[in-house]
């Protein structure tokens, strides 16, 4: 079992930066590739990015490829979500996962992740 809870959230206005953190708890967090995940509201959830057990590789929706930079340290357990130029669109409950196997094929797929937290709020004002 991993415990997901991120934290980081809240409001910005359009422009600024943010960095959303989660911080697993449970099984070897080196085990699982990590990613992020939003849902804004009437959308369906939607992948944002996605970094390897190593963190050797990452993975980036179109949307926020060169604004948004997925890392993570093995070490604290802990992904993290730097959010740069942030634009209302961006506006949405944001989610952490944990994926044991780490396909590249499948690492942007919801379905492929065994677990997740609980979401923090981001919404940017225009």
């Known amino acids: 079992q991993v415990q997901l809870v991120e934290s980081g959230g809240g409001l910005v206005q359009a422009g600024d930066s943010l960095t959303l953190s989660c911080l697993a708890s449970g ?3 080196s ?8 849902q804004a509201p009437g959308k369906e959830r939607e992948f ?12 980036y929706a179109h949307s926020v490829k060169d604004r948004f930079t997925i890392s993570r340290d ?3 357990n802990t992904v993290y979500l730097q959010m740069n130029s942030l634009k209302p ?6 989610y952490c996962a944990a994926d044991y196997y ?9 379905t492929a992740y065994d677990y997740w937290g609980q979401g923090t709020q981001v919404t940017v004002s225009s």
């Open 27 to 29: 099984r070897t967090f």
């Open 31 to 38: 085990s699982y590739a990590m990613g992020w995940f939003r």
């Open 48 to 59: 944002v990015a996605a970094i390897s057990r190593t963190g050797g590789s990452t993975y």
């Open 74 to 76: 093995n070490a604290k």
């Open 89 to 94: 669109e961006d506006t949405a409950v944001y």
């Open 102 to 110: 780490g396909a590249r094929e499948t690492i942007s797929r919801g």
